[in-house]
């Protein structure tokens, strides 16, 4: 099973959508069915509508699991509403799929995914959401940051979970690599290039899987 986050734009209600893809790589001729999806020729020119926002209102639920109508009858889980952005379309684009928005979840029941949502546009800044996976539960678990924090500000284009240690984010501070536990709230300096490379700034952080080499 692969697990993607999409950002949906403005006319998907401002949900971003957690996608569940079942039965990737198995042909039709193998005569095993998928429990949603279809394959596709490359030289295929068929398209497919937009769904109205009338449409995506009758399938998706304030929060949690929900099926995509035909031709697709894939599962996805709604992370994002409305009441998280007051009223508004706040959430950030989560930025390249090597920056980690969900956390290790392995063995628990619980996937922390954060996201952020634009302050200039009704939302809390950076925000930590938990998802329970035996019970479909999808929760707000509140700003990652106090309004008086200059990160409660910052989209977190960039920043990523740990691939190993399941409550930490990576977020850079100008030379500075830090890490932030998303559950304590405490950081912990992981590198600061001020000493040798004064007056720079970090970025396009990346991180090994065993958190011991990191590059920026």
Not at 96 to 116: A, E, K, Q
């Amino acid at each position: 099973m692969q697990t993607e986050l999409y950002r949906v734009p403005a006319r998907w209600l401002g949900a971003l959508i957690l996608l569940f893809i079942g039965a990737a790589g198995v042909s039709p001729a193998s005569g095993q069915g998928f429990p949603g999806g279809f394959v596709e020729d490359p030289d295929n020119a068929d398209t497919r509508p937009v769904p109205s926002a009338t449409e995506i209102q009758g399938f998706l639920p304030s929060r949690g699991v929900f099926t995509f109508p035909d031709p697709y009858h894939t599962e996805g889980v709604r992370i994002t509403n409305a009441s998280d952005c007051g009223g508004n379309d706040c959430v950030f684009p989560v930025g390249y799929s090597y920056w980690r928005n969900i956390n290790n979840h392995v063995g628990s029941d619980t996937m922390y995914i954060f996201l952020g949502l634009n302050r200039n546009e009704g939302g809390g800044g950076p925000t930590l959401f938990s998802y329970n996976k035996n019970t479909d539960q999808v929760q707000n678990l509140g700003p990652l940051f106090d309004p008086g924090s200059a990160f409660s500000w910052i989209s977190g284009e960039g920043w990523y979970f740990s691939a190993s240690l399941p409550t930490k984010l990576y977020v850079n501070d100008g030379p500075r690599m830090l890490r932030y536990d998303v559950l304590s709230k405490q950081f912990e300096t992981v590198f600061d290039v001020s000493g040798e490379f004064p007056g720079n700034t970090i970025w396009q952080m990346h991180s090994s899987d065993d958190d011991n080499v990191h590059s920026a």
